[in-house]
């Protein structure tokens, strides 16, 4: 589904690379977490695999497509929940999905119903008419991450979508994500918390200044590096020392 | 053509819940319209549109003052006060009205003006019978220094003004002046050639006048430069370029708050979205544009200025207003680009405005300004926009009138929508 040889970015004016020759690859299907402190080069690695950052070096492919010469064609086929809000607070749920629903030219009955049906699956149709402005942070995630699901995505990139979230919209996504992966969606998410990863991905990949680290089923690497769990084997590959990023 | 149409019903949707935008855009051009236009309908008027009140103080009693007092009265813009409570005005009487500040202007006549001028004339005339060879005399006494007419002023009036009032004695003046020296040549005439026909010479010297026009459609009156003639589009096309704080707003909230990710990650030329926004922001300035013509030619008649003239050529006018708009949408895109947050872009877009209005003739006529803001002004596009509007309202132009300003406008506005694209090229590699 997804391959990644030797990517490299760096950042004008950074000191370091954001990515740093990166190699993995994903097979279809699955649940994918992609993990590290911060300033890793996660939301880095997704920009590139989601064609938001074209300037780079090293081979990717996404779905079996090279992104640079395929990037419009997979523009239809993922669905991108950003790490933030990208929806217009001034503009109504209803209004802001119909906007970005109408930008990928599906037609406005279909539209209509996929709307209604997933502002039904993610308990907010009734406030379709309200201001997203006004929505609650765990409404705003969820209102988020339906303008990403409005073209039928088969891969599904999540770029912290749990992030400041109330326990009850948490656990609503979360039980969005595996059902959507029952359906035979591919989902790839960088989370902070390890626990969700833990118990959601099918594998996890763990990078860390820009490089692979690790990369396993969770279960699997836990045993095989004997800690605790994931968050034990987190901090012991990537060190205790904090990484505060600017 | 969908996205297009999406894009703009979802600007639609932001402007119309976004009441300190749509005050910024309709209420602020308004308010400068009505204030600037009164502010200004003073200075705009001609000294011949005002009724001015002087105080006359006639020492002299005779033909001279008579006459001047007859002639400033005739031209119904002079009121003369020859009495305060009661009494009549004398010299130091009307230095302190004046030195006071309760007057402007009086008009002293001093004592023997009329006999002095009298005498003069008689002098001119013998003169002139003399060197023709007739010999009669009209009573006469050796000249002597003249006697002036003295016009004093309250110190804080304009020069101009002082200018426009010292012309239109000086007028009277002489006007009476060759009348007695006319009467007096034509009686000797008369009576040296016992010539009894009557032959108005002040008349015939009269016969070449002067007209004012101006060129024009003469299906409609062209109005002259006056403060509302003057201030509706030149504040309109300020409003207009005003717009570059809303677009400003709405790209940095846009790419800061996440949504222009969104736009850049959904397939399809970015272009269309892009045209969506700035179609919707034309479409704005344009409403706010006739919004303020119509403040022009209904509310200014109400507030007792005159209405609005707006030209014989509609769609010349719809045009050059078209591209006005693109280049204030456009602009407003560029700036919006080129800054990373509202509070970098918000002061620059705004200051760049007024820069761009006061050396562009907004605030005052191109032709007041000194010659290097003149200079300077080519960079300005509220020039050619108010130069290409006035073409239309005031010399009643055509297509061909509004053709250079419109080239400039149209292709300032796809430079700038070029750059604006550059910028975002680059922030995204």
Redesign the interface.
């Given at each position: 589904m997804i391959q990644v040889k030797n990517l490299f970015k760096q950042f004008k004016n950074a000191e370091h690379p954001s990515v740093n020759d990166l190699s993995f690859s994903f097979e279809a299907g699955k649940i994918v977490g992609l993990l590290g402190p911060n300033g890793a080069g996660k939301t880095t690695t997704i920009s590139i695999l989601?064609?938001?950052?074209?300037?780079y070096s090293g081979e990717v492919s996404v779905l079996g497509l090279p992104i640079q010469s395929n990037a419009?064609?997979l523009?239809?086929k993922?669905g991108?929940v950003?790490?933030?809000?990208?929806?217009?607070?001034?503009?109504s749920c209803i209004?802001n999905l119909?906007?970005?629903g109408?930008?990928?030219?599906i037609p406005a009955s279909t539209l209509h119903e996929k709307i209604r049906s997933l502002l039904q699956q993610f308990g907010l149709h009734e406030h379709a008419n309200k201001?997203i402005k006004d929505f609650s942070g765990g409404m705003k995630r969820r209102a988020n991450i339906i303008?990403?699901l409005l073209n039928n995505p088969g891969l599904l990139i999540l770029d912290e979508p749990t992030a400041g979230v109330d326990v009850h919209s948490r656990n609503m996504i979360l039980g969005f994500l595996k059902s959507y992966n029952e359906a035979g969606n591919s989902i790839i998410y960088t989370s902070h918390i390890l626990e969700e990863a833990e118990s959601l991905c099918d594998e996890v990949l763990i990078i860390d200044n820009g490089k692979k680290v690790v990369q396993g089923h969770p279960a699997k690497l836990v045993a095989e590096y004997q800690t605790e769990n994931l968050e034990g084997l987190f901090l012991k590959l990537t060190g205790y020392k904090l990484r505060d990023t600017l | 053509m969908k996205r297009i149409l999406a894009t703009y019903i979802k600007e639609w949707h932001l402007i119309r819940r976004d009441l300190g935008g749509l005050a910024l855009l309709f209420l602020m051009p308004i308010l400068l319209i009505v204030i600037m236009t009164l502010v200004q309908d003073g200075p705009f008027k001609d000294y011949k549109d005002h009724m001015f009140e002087a105080l006359f103080v006639d020492e002299d009693g005779g033909r001279v003052a008579n006459s001047m007092k007859e002639g400033l009265l005739e031209t119904k813009q002079f009121k003369l006060i020859e009495t305060i409570n009661n009494e009549v005005l004398t010299l130091s009487k009307a230095q302190s009205q004046i030195r006071s500040g309760n007057y402007k202007l009086a008009i002293i006549i001093p004592k023997g003006v009329s006999a002095e001028v009298v005498n003069n004339a008689n002098l001119v005339a013998n003169e002139i019978a003399r060197k023709m060879g007739m010999g009669a005399s009209l009573p006469h006494r050796e000249g002597r220094d003249s006697i002036q007419i003295h016009l004093m002023f309250d110190p804080v009036t304009k020069p101009d003004f002082r200018m426009a009032i010292m012309n239109a004695v000086d007028k009277f003046n002489t006007k009476i002046q060759s009348d007695i020296v006319l009467d007096r040549v034509s009686n000797i005439a008369k009576s040296e050639t016992a010539d009894t026909s009557s032959v108005d010479i002040a008349k015939l010297l009269h016969s070449v006048g002067i007209i004012e026009s101006m060129p024009g459609n003469k299906k409609q009156l062209l109005s002259k430069m006056n403060s509302v003639q003057h201030n509706v589009p030149a504040w309109a096309i300020f409003g207009m370029f005003f717009m570059v704080i809303v677009i400003c707003d709405n790209l940095i909230s846009e790419r800061t708050g996440g949504s222009w990710t969104r736009l850049k990650l959904i397939p399809g030329s970015f272009a269309h979205i892009l045209m969506g926004k700035v179609f919707f922001y034309i479409v704005l300035g344009i409403a706010q544009f006739y919004v303020m013509i119509l403040i022009g030619m209904y509310l200014m008649p109400l507030l007792k200025l005159p209405a609005l003239v707006v030209g014989n050529n509609p769609f010349a006018l719809f045009a050059m207003i078209f591209s006005i708009s693109a280049c204030a949408s456009t602009f407003g895109i560029l700036v919006g680009t080129l800054f990373s947050t509202t509070h970098q872009a918000l002061p620059v877009g705004a200051i760049s405005v007024v820069i761009l209005s006061a050396v562009g003739g907004v605030w005052v006529p191109i032709d007041v300004l000194p010659d290097s803001l003149k200079t300077i002004s080519i960079i300005s596009p509220m020039r050619y926009a108010l130069a290409g509007v006035n073409n239309i309202l005031l010399r009643d132009g055509g297509w061909m009138s509004i053709f250079q300003p419109l080239l400039i406008l149209l292709s300032g506005s796809m430079l700038t929508m070029f750059l604006a694209w550059m910028i975002e090229q680059r922030r995204s590699k």
């Open positions: 989601c064609g938001l950052i074209k300037d419009e064609s523009k239809m993922l991108i950003p790490q933030q809000i990208a929806l217009y607070p001034g503009l209004e119909k906007y970005f109408s930008l990928y030219n201001l303008a990403s | -």
